[in-house]
């Protein structure tokens, strides 16, 4: 008789997402991973309508992430048409991305990991929660939440709107920066960066003080894979425009290459228990998994370019190694591109050019676009075919929590072994895989949704009795 | 104080809906004073559906889980409120229907370009339904808020107005023309445009320029970003009171009526271009049956024409 263990649901996205363990007669491991339960789609969706379009239907992919896609979409369109989008327009989209990475981080940084970081792993998990942190370090915690105000608001600024932003077209950006958008922008982001320099210290010390107490994370549960990120030509972090860089386990540099050559390197395949495809790297017969987002950028790139950033880098650098494959060190890589958003954000407002011409004409004449940022979470990538009259006739997309998908689905599997096979320990097994999925942080919507702490309920189908294990928060 | 018990569920959607709400910024705290949110995916793990007041649901249906999370819902709810434009007409993922179940899944498993597996999954997952619908297709609404998503002020003010047993203030019915501040000008401009073509001027009505703004015939349930910001509505909140409830008036002939006399272009070339760019003007509501008295079955025949025309243009 198969045995089957379900967590379900596995974060605050019941519906859309759960995990199943199955075990086999003998109690060996049979199949684990993360079921995303929810398809709409958009490659379909996408066709027959007209290019323009894209950055706006597309943000709708998610609502966690939006500017990500929005500025891919961008991208691909410039591509599509072969226009380069005036100095100033490049500069506002960054700008407007750098308040998105400024909102999402502190999102993830506070909402979801900040539980576990001020709370402990081990909390009760009724407190374990963002009201639990708010009454834990209520100074810090408001700082955080008004951190994250002012990324969205920068966002909503420069995009037009916060959630589904609009302003980010083909050939450039829809309006003119004015004085009253500019006087607004420097005072947001120059209180953004005072938090971030407060907060940073504080998040980072209590994250070592959890990796002290959990020694395990950093010894078991790392997972060597390659990494996959965007740079610059001279190997500078890149979030908006880019190359594509991969590197293997070692650091070893396997593959830098433009966006549109991705088809040539990732290759894409179904997993039967899940409507999200997984994502591997090909290197002649052999296929890598590989991670993607804050760790990867990190482990991929050469330097980020700005003084606090750079200092806080080699920091990690000497004490953590690189490339590191510790998914518990993920929180510290992300708050390091927090630092780089905010120092970014003062030099993009201090460039001249930001206040010249914002867009030039465009015409499709037909043709492919491919376009991809950084998003939050990793490597973003759109791909159109575009007629003569401007008409998606095909699209293609990667995102990316599907690069991470993988890596998550091995973790599962490890944490099952090492907690269920041989020692049935309930509690480990919870803390493991809630742990783990949640350095991924994956964002389900680009397949759907997670935020927050786990609720888990695990039923454990041994010789037919079922034992349910559950979590109630 | 006594506090309201709320519900909130999220079925086939981008959450964007639930991030939004978070763009209260300090004004959440107001509504989380006068209301207990229990089951609430964003916020909380309550499992179950406890009873509640109200239920927000956002999303659409398109999976057996949707259906039966919308039924759990209407059941432990007294008011449910159908929240964006995925909820109200189906919103983005409806601009599926005008594709089978088939084609969606062959475009994503079966003839992907960069995916070497041709098997879409066969378990685990809960199946599609043959095509999206809207919220009131499968639960009774008690009340609508489109919007793609709703900007928080109406949110906020709908729940607000709940609470207080009053009705919403902001949420007039009013089109996005009402807020945004360009010229309706007569000018002899005489031929449609793409929105990437040229540079619009940023103080003139969009449709005295040529191009398809949608702001005329669109509920504000946003405050009218787009235009605001130098592009023309697409129409993401879905129709104006006057559209849904007027049975001569319809989306395709109020614009046409309307840029036809700001401009030297005929009405039935306007008309013609919306039908023809179907998908591209109606993405948000393809899912309704309805658009308030008016049926959307056309939509996919226009669509379809659309398609076979590109078809056989392409195919010798
Ligand atoms: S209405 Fe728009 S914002 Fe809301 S869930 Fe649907 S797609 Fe997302
Ligand atoms: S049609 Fe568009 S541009 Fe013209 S007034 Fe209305 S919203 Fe503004
Ligand atoms: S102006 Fe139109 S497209 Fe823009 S948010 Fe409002 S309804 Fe949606
Ligand atoms: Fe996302």
């Known amino acids: 008789m198969n045995k089957t263990i379900t967590i379900d649901p596995v974060t605050r996205i019941e519906g859309h997402a759960r995990v199943f363990i199955d075990l086999d007669d003998a109690g060996a491991l049979k199949a684990a ?70 909102h999402s981080h502190c999102l993830s940084l506070f909402v979801l990991q900040g539980p576990d970081l001020v709370l402990g792993l081990d909390a009760d998990p009724a407190i374990r929660n963002v009201v639990g942190v708010v009454q834990a370090v209520p100074d810090i915690a408001k700082k955080a939440l008004r951190c994250r105000s002012i990324g969205q608001k920068i966002n909503e600024l420069v995009g037009g709107r916060g959630t589904h932003p609009v302003t980010s077209v083909a050939g450039g950006i829809a309006f003119v920066l004015d004085a009253d958008r500019e006087r607004q922008l420097n005072a947001w982001i120059q209180e953004a960066h005072g938090l971030v320099l407060e907060l940073a210290p504080v998040v980072k010390q209590l994250l070592m003080k959890m990796l002290d107490a959990n020694p395990a994370m950093l010894e078991q549960w790392v997972i060597p ?54 994502v591997s790297f090909v290197e002649g017969e052999t296929r890598h ?101 401007g008409i998606v006739r095909a699209a293609n997309l990667i995102v990316a929590t599907q690069q991470n998908y993988a890596l998550i689905n091995t973790m599962i599997a490890q944490a099952a072994t090492s907690h269920v096979i041989n020692r049935p320990d309930d509690q480990a097994l919870l803390n493991a895989v809630e742990f783990g999925i949640r350095c991924y942080d994956p964002c389900l919507s680009c397949a759907t949704h997670a935020l927050g702490a786990m609720p888990l309920e695990i039923v454990v189908n041994r010789a037919e009795r079922p034992h349910v294990i559950r979590r109630n928060c | 104080m006594s506090t309201i018990p709320i519900n909130l569920e999220w079925l086939s959607d981008c959450s964007g809906c639930h991030v939004a709400i978070v763009d209260l910024h300090e004004k959440i705290l107001a509504v989380l004073e006068s209301v207990t949110i229990q089951r609430c995916p964003v916020l909380t793990d309550v499992k179950d559906y406890p ?69 879409p999954p066969t378990r685990e997952v809960s199946a599609l339904e043959p095509s999206v619908s809207p919220l009131d297709s499968v639960i009774d609404v008690d009340l609508y ?164 025309d590109y078809e056989q243009d392409h195919n010798h």
């Open chain 1, 33 to 102: 991973g993360l079921v995303v339960n929810e398809l709409r789609g958009f490659e379909k969706i996408l066709t027959g309508m007209d290019a323009d379009r894209m950055p706006l239907v597309t943000a709708r992919i998610c609502g966690v992430c939006p500017t990500a896609h929005h500025l891919a979409a961008t991208n691909a369109l410039d591509n599509a048409a072969g226009v380069e989008p005036p100095p100033a327009a490049k500069l506002l989209r960054e700008l407007m991305y750098m308040g998105h990475l400024v």
């Open chain 1, 225 to 278: 894979a390659w990494s996959v990120g965007t740079v610059k030509g001279d190997g500078t972090i890149a979030l908006v425009n880019g190359e594509i860089r991969a590197i293997d386990e070692s650091g070893a540099r396997k593959a830098q290459f433009p966006t549109a050559d991705y088809d040539t390197h990732l290759s894409e395949s179904a997993v039967e228990f899940s409507y999200m495809k997984q």
């Open chain 1, 289 to 389: 998994d590989y991670r993607v987002g804050p760790l990867a950028r990190l482990n991929v790139s050469d330097r980020y370019g700005t003084p606090l950033a750079d200092q806080e880098r080699e920091e990690f650098v000497r004490t953590m190694g690189r490339p590191c494959h510790a998914n518990a060190l993920q929180p510290y890589a992300r708050l390091i591109e927090l630092l780089y958003c905010t120092e970014r954000a003062q030099e993009i407002m201090a460039s001249p050019e930001i206040h010249g011409e914002t867009r030039v004409p465009v015409k499709f004449s037909g043709g492919r676009g491919v376009g991809h940022v950084e998003a939050p979470r990793g490597t973003l990538i759109h791909d159109y075919e575009i007629d003569e009259n």
């Open chain 2, 51 to 119: 009873k509640a007041k109200l239920g927000l649901v956002s999303g659409a249906i398109r999976t057996e889980h949707d259906r039966h999370a919308a039924i759990e819902m209407r059941k432990s709810c007294d008011l449910i409120i159908a929240w964006g434009s995925c909820a109200v007409y189906g919103g983005i993922a409806g601009a599926g229907n005008v594709h089978s179940r088939q084609e969606i899944i062959d475009a994503v498993y079966t003839g992907n370009k960069t995916t070497g597996t041709h098997t």
């Open chain 2, 145 to 308: 808020l489109p919007g793609c998503a709703p900007h928080p002020a109406f949110v906020f003010d709908a729940l607000l107005a709940l609470l207080e047993g009053r009705s919403p203030r902001t949420a007039t019915g009013e089109s996005v023309c009402a807020r945004c501040r360009r010229k309706m000008e007569k000018s002899d401009v005489d031929r449609i445009r793409k929105n990437s073509e040229g540079v619009p001027d940023p103080d003139r009505c969009f449709l005295s320029q040529g191009y398809l703004c949608m702001g005329s015939v669109t509920l504000d349930r946003c405050m009218s970003p787009c235009p605001l910001n130098g592009i023309p509505c697409s129409g993401c909140a879905g129709a104006t009171m006057q559209v849904l409830t007027e049975p001569n008036r319809d989306i395709r002939t109020e614009i046409a009526e309307r840029m036809s006399r700001l401009t030297e272009i005929p009405r039935e070339a306007i008309v013609r271009e919306i039908e023809r760019t179907a998908k591209t003007h109606y993405s948000y509501t393809m899912a309704t049956p309805m658009i308030g008295e008016k049926p959307t079955f056309l939509i996919q025949k226009w669509t379809d024409e659309e398609r076979d």
